[in-house]
């Protein structure tokens, strides 16, 4: 079956960085585009960035320049370095997949930045 476990996150103050990372099974990982959204607290979840299969990379635009997907196909993981973290990026940040038949999604990671 397929699985998304995350890990990484916490908590850190605005200025700060963390890690968020996604360990994939159950699928032929380095054939899949992963993405991580967020969603935080009264909002909608939204789309925060992209890698494909090759390894081509998009980013939502309050992120990019402080954000940066990547992905290890040898451990079939996905990971998403964020800096310079500002307050607004509170979330539960949730890695994604999907076929044309479904979405898989992780258990989601608590990301905070507070001062």
């Known amino acids: 079956q397929v699985r998304l476990v995350q890990s990484g996150g916490g908590l850190v103050q605005p200025g700060g960085s963390l890690r968020v990372s996604c360990a994939a099974s159950?699928?032929?990982?380095?054939?899949?585009?992963m993405a991580w959204f967020r969603q935080a607290v009264g909002k909608q979840r939204e789309l925060v960035a992209t890698?494909?299969?090759?390894?081509?990379?998009s980013y939502a635009d309050f992120v990019t320049g402080r954000f940066t997907i990547s992905r290890n196909n040898a451990r079939n993981t996905v990971h998403l370095q964020m800096n310079t973290l500002k307050p607004e990026d509170t979330a539960i940040y949730y890695c994604?997949?999907?076929?044309?038949?479904?979405?898989?999604w992780g258990q989601g990671t608590q990301v905070t930045v507070s001062s």
């Open positions: 890698i494909t299969s090759s390894g081509s990379t």
């Open positions: 159950g699928i032929n990982f380095k054939l899949y585009e």
């Open positions: 994604h997949t999907k076929s044309h038949q479904r979405d898989w």
